[in-house]
């Protein structure tokens, strides 16, 4: 179905690349046959770091000519798969564009290349007094793979995810043409949202080039409040509770001692609190102090009423780090904690939460294996990991298959989706075709087709 | 390429359909021929007001089976034809179909069916404590075209449009297959967003017959700022300005002297001043009364520094309603000023309001026509209107072809977008076109044929 590269294309390519940025077969350096979980791995035929929009465009027009798979890239931080060459071809890696290009503040917006990690992003946007809200715990992505998965993050509850915030894309088609969907606009009812639809589309209908993203103003003080419960319930009872508040909380998280502990042993520095099972972690923002303070003092009450043992309100910077640092660290933890791992990245209806977790605790005991997990509570995307301590092959491979077979189907049961933020990429595609069902994967297929009907922007994908 | 409607198919659809909600040919009011503005008439064959789901199921269905286009109208109020059978067969209307059927608070959602009103979904979550952001003008429309149009209205500033509340569907597709797109869940990295595909595709990808919409909990305050200029460029130089701060306005709305006249003139109400050129309205809302007096008077101050007259701050029921009551007729007012006329309600960059109004003004110069206009300040949305004054059908068709080709191509130009909430329907297909190119439009009709390859669903609409 594809053509195989041969020395004709690369000769093409190298044309078009200063050799600096492109390299072939074994000169592609084994990181970018796998991202950051690995389970997916395979290697492209050749690697370019691409530099500009007419670049890529180039690159795209010859291969859709030839019939040869493309990739993108960006900094390979996904769990899913999604940015791996699995038909071999061409990988395109934008971690070069990484230019921040305008900042617009009547509009308030800013316009970047994907290749701009969110880290630089978002002290970008601060220097500058403004504020891009959302924020997934992986800093080091690209915001163009932000887009591609409509990373979430932790501060959901109160601002949306990145859908929330793209405004505007330049786009390369996988024929070589460039398009922009959306503009420099609030609203907008103008024909079918190809600007919604390329955002969480993983990199199979587009490749974008460049991004306008809206800003909002900086909020000038944020204080977080650590609440401990006696019990895994007591606390995820208390979420729906807190959501119908009018103090707006910015993040509700919710970890378990055990998730503490692990990340207390990995960077080695103490947690405020372990003394309970279960924790609620809260942010509040604004530019008042009182409104602030009225804020997450109605909440401890709240939570102090309804079963929680205490309430602490973590003010200074130190703690702040301390506390957030700890829950930044959950998934580098758990990683360290075993020899492989995989995970699941479910979004359930907030007040369903709880009894997910506690099936997943089912799940452990019934099949023997530790699955760990922690989530954003407000906004019931919750992230699970099951570990492979040791298991041989077989047994990794069948306990493995026989968990995420349960909890998929128990995310579907109670009206959840497969991936919250994460996305499909290769791994999750026969838990997406089970969730959403054959008529729904025929509609995206239908859709891929009127993008790409050869099918060779990053292929085997999604569906 | 459709079939025409034939005895056999009425006897089929009243097999299914009850007498008294089932009319056929000259049966029709001819209210049914047309929408708000009427620009665009025709007749259907058959209209149907439907009930239930499994009931639109059926007759798509059949008219899938039978080439027979359907097109779907909830209560008439658009403005672009969308709603009108252009190619005759079966009008289905979803008037009927008005329950709201759940109220979560737990996952702060409620769930409808398309035909509920506006004003009726608003008054139910308000019993409720809970509060349904989007605020089109237009109260008596339904919540079926609402998302149809991807809505917006007057707190789109602070809130977001209709497409930022919509979190499941419930749709009937073109073969009668009923699907579910999203769910009672915050975050989504599941595949492409079929879900924000529905939301502005005006009723021609499928049904929706159910939707899960995400609430607030409800501002106990609110207060109105009415701030006079001398000029709009001061006027609308001060926008870009008040958004930058941190003062969350839930709207902003821009009005001259001339609209507020009319406005007057309309309901016989007096406006509190109308001894200024330019007037800016602005609501700030929350639960705090401090924060919110903070907020205006911040506003109010930056104004004056920046050219304003003076500012009053209304806070009394009835001088908010004196305002926004003029405020919502405009509309009225000026359809009511004139024989005949047509709109645009394109949206621009925020900081070319002013440049594109004095554009406006200088179309009715060149080509001596009356254009008042309204606007959405806060986002860039604006309704302009283009009143034919008792001119000749033939003087009526060029000027307004002509003032149209000029507005939309000064859009284009600026980065805005033919629609800001009104949509394409039939009215606007060619402007669609030329704003975003054979491209563009490809991917839309190849996105219109995965859904409905017989295109036998609001057939002859968006392009």
């Known amino acids: 179905m594809y053509n195989i590269i041969n020395s004709t294309d690369i000769e093409y390519l190298k044309s078009i690349v200063p050799a600096d940025r492109i390299f072939v077969g074994n000169e592609i350096n084994p990181d970018y046959h796998h991202?950051?979980?690995?389970?997916?791995?395979?290697?492209p035929d050749v690697l370019i770091f691409v530099n500009s929009t007419e670049e890529i465009s180039k690159i795209m027009t010859y291969a859709y000519k030839y019939n040869i798979p493309v990739t993108v890239r960006g900094s390979g931080t996904g769990l899913v798969g999604a940015a791996v060459a699995?038909?071999?071809g061409i990988l395109l890696c934008t971690s070069k564009m990484n230019r921040i290009l305008e900042l617009d503040t009547d509009n308030l917006t800013v316009t970047v290349e994907p290749g701009v990690l969110l880290m630089e992003l978002a002290a970008f946007v601060e220097e500058n007094?403004?504020?891009y809200p959302p924020d997934p715990g992986e800093k080091s992505a690209t915001i163009g793979g932000n887009i591609s998965t409509n990373a979430g993050g932790m501060r959901a509850v109160r601002?949306?995810?990145t859908r929330d915030y793209v405004r505007e894309l330049t786009v390369v088609l996988p024929n070589g043409e460039v398009q922009v969907f959306g503009g420099k606009i609030v609203k907008n009812s103008s024909g079918y949202s190809l600007l919604n639809l390329m955002v969480g589309s993983e990199g199979?209908?587009?490749?974008?080039?460049?991004?306008?993203?809206?800003?909002?103003?900086k909020p000038t003080k944020s204080v977080s409040l650590l609440v401990p419960f006696d019990s895994m319930d007591d606390a995820l009872d208390c979420v729906p509770l807190i959501v119908k508040t009018d103090t707006n909380p910015t993040a509700i998280e919710y970890m378990s001692r055990d998730t503490i502990l692990f990340s207390e042993d990995y960077l080695s520095k103490k947690f405020p609190d372990t003394s309970h099972p279960a924790y609620l972690l809260l942010t509040f923002d604004g530019s008042s102090d009182d409104e602030i303070e009225k804020n997450y003092s109605k909440i401890a009450d709240l939570c102090i009423v309804n079963g929680a043992a205490d309430a602490f309100f973590i003010d200074t910077d130190e703690r702040k780090k301390s506390v957030w640092s700890a829950r930044g660290a959950f998934l580098?933890?758990?990683k360290a904690s075993t020899d492989e791992m995989d995970e699941c990245d479910v979004v359930v209806p907030r007040n369903r939460i709880a009894e997910y977790i506690k099936y997943t605790h089912i799940i452990a005991k019934e099949l023997g294996v530790r699955i760990p997990s922690f989530g954003h509570a407000g906004d019931g995307n919750l992230h699970i990991y099951i570990c492979r301590d040791g298991a041989t092959d077989k047994m990794w491979e069948e306990k493995l298959k026989k968990a995420f077979d349960m909890?998929?189907?128990?995310?579907h049961e109670i009206g959840g989706q497969v991936s919250g933020e994460h996305g499909i990429g290769f791994a999750k595609k026969g838990y997406l075709k089970e969730s959403l069902g054959d008529t729904q994967i025929a509609l995206m297929r239908g859709i891929k087709s009127a993008f790409d009907p050869k099918c060779i922007l990053n292929p085997d994908k999604l569906f």
């Not at 991202?35 to 290697?43: C, K, N, Q, R």
């Not at 209908?205 to 103003?217: D, Y």
Request: net charge negative.
């Open 159 to 161: 601002y949306g995810v």
């Open 35 to 43: 991202d950051e979980l690995g389970g997916t791995e395979a290697a």
């Open 204 to 217: 199979t209908l587009g490749i974008i080039t460049k991004a306008v993203l809206r800003l909002l103003p």
């Open 332 to 334: 580098e933890a758990i």
């Open 129 to 131: 007094d403004l504020f």
């Open 86 to 88: 699995v038909k071999g």
């Open 407 to 411: 909890m998929y189907s128990k995310a």
